[in-house]
């Protein structure tokens, strides 16, 4: 089997987090928490469980849903304020990434993005038999200490012509760091128009109004650019499997060539839709999580621990150790958070922000270790 597979040997499966519950059930702790996969801890809008709800009794599960996203795309158009020609829509913006990396990357291609970056992109680049050109990201005692070096991405495209696709996050994860639109418009104005750039808003609504991307103008003016977007996070849809693009018609159409048919099953669509109606809870989602991201960031700070500024539903935490032992004994105290090793930051661990219960539970525990 192992000759039969094509150039994936080298590639390691991404690594999700386990359900709550078997993980509840492993460690023998019932009300173990999990702030590990930066969910939404208000869970979806209550208009989203009712519309689901209403299709399953009423509805026909038999049958395909809308394969081409009809309604959810004229939705998400009405709502951006954009035709629904520009939006793709995909099973989580995972699909997205990969729709872009089957489109525009290949052999003889390469992939450009920062250091610590969101781990799905090289998966996708080596996947498609492409090279990653890995940015280094910026120092530690940066403003944005190992976020996104905008100069070195351009020089790194100079220096590598086969880039074919740049992948920004913004905020990034797993670190938090952000990038203001100035500096993402500068990098955008220094690619050349056959270089797509991916632009991974995956947690844009938790940021500073300032700090969001004017999705709209950009795309008028850059037809290389693809925004994307899911309603894993502020939506609280994450086990439902929704995400969109927002590009050129143009790109929209190339990235069609390749979707699956029926990527978005029914229940999904109609779900992603309501939440959408119900921006009063994507409103209360983010307040709390801003409120309690400030508090919990005071607090580690003044425990001495080193906390990335994060404009997200997350943030990195540094122990100036080795963060195994930590997280361990985190899990052995039913927290479960987020290890990221992975992501070449050994002496960090990734917090979700959870409610003011989940994350003052998070903070006893942790006294409780750092301690003994
Ligand atoms: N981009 C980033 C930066 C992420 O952190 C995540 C989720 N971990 C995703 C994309 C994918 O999320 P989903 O597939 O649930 O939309």
Redesign the pocket.
Known sequence: LKNAATGVLSLEAYAPGMPLEELQRRLGIADAIKLA??ENPLGPSPAVKAAIADSVAGGNLALYPDGGGFRLKKAIGAFRGIAPERVTL?N????I?ELLGRVFLGPGRAALFSQHA?A?YPIITQAQGARAVVVPARAADDAQPLGHDMPAFAAALKANPDVSLVFI?NP??PTGTWLSPAEIEAFIRQVPAHVVVAL?L??DEYMEPALRSPSREWLEQYPNLVLFH????AYGL?GL???YSLSSPELADLLNRVRQPFNNNSLALLAAEAALGDPAHVARSVELNNRERGRLTATLRGMGLTVLPSQANFIAVGFGRDAAPINQALMQRGVIVRPVASYQMPQFLRFSIGTEAENDRLVAALKEILAS
């Open positions: 996969s930066n995909g989580g913006s995972n699909d990434i969101f799905v996050a990034n994860n991974d995956a947690y899911t309603f894993s996070k994450a499997r929704v995400g």
